[in-house]
């Protein structure tokens, strides 16, 4: 049987071998991430930051007296959190399924909203390199909500900032 001591050595060795093989964690610093989602045929991302939750639509019960876009409000996790079609506020078009939909829970100032998109496409990570500073050609109604943009295999990827759209005025009005 060899020495404990050097058994201990032999084993730090073989943790050091297999340290090498993993990936740096300083090499994803300088990467940017964000929640992929759609409107429609329209592919958008947003920051990590803006959405603190990924939901499937809940139970919700309608509101009278609001615009069309505001669906209702439901009861998640005993705090009301108001429902809004989103592709509806920006492009005028109803969500075909709000079943089939996700919500992406933004909170502002303490404030909780649920944003119904059409889908959810996951993380996305790009690295700043691949960053545009021209902003891509997006429907006129997404302009004031794109604040940057990511282009990777000849495709842009506009990056919508939910902090802007709960900032204005539209927004916030949602009584008829």
Do not use: C, N, W
């Given at each position: 049987m060899s020495d404990p001591f050097q058994r201990l050595q032999e084993i730090e060795q073989l943790c050091s071998d297999s340290a090498e093989l993993l990936p740096d964690l300083d090499s994803h610093k300088d990467d940017w991430?964000?929640?992929g989602f759609t409107l429609g045929d329209i592919e958008l991302l947003s920051t990590m930051g803006e959405v603190t939750e990924i939901?499937?639509?809940?139970?919700?019960?309608k509101i009278p007296g609001v615009k069309p876009w505001m669906v209702g409000i439901a009861n998640v996790r005993g705090s009301l959190l108001p429902l809004i079609d989103l592709k509806s506020f920006i492009i005028g078009e109803k969500v075909?399924?709000?079943?089939?939909?996700?919500v992406l829970v933004v909170n502002h100032s303490g404030s909780s909203t649920?944003?119904?998109v059409d889908d959810v496409?996951?993380?996305r990570h790009f690295a700043l390199s691949e960053q545009v500073?021209?902003?891509?050609?997006?429907e006129i109604s997404l302009k004031p909500f794109i604040t940057q943009a990511f282009q990777r295999d000849d495709k842009n990827w506009p990056v919508f900032s939910f902090n802007a759209l709960v900032e204005?005025?539209?927004?916030?009005?949602a009584s008829l």
């Open positions: 991430a964000g929640i939901l499937d639509p809940p139970e919700y019960t075909q399924s709000i079943k089939k939909s996700r649920g944003l119904i496409l996951g993380m500073f021209e902003l891509p050609e997006v204005d005025e539209r927004f916030l009005h």
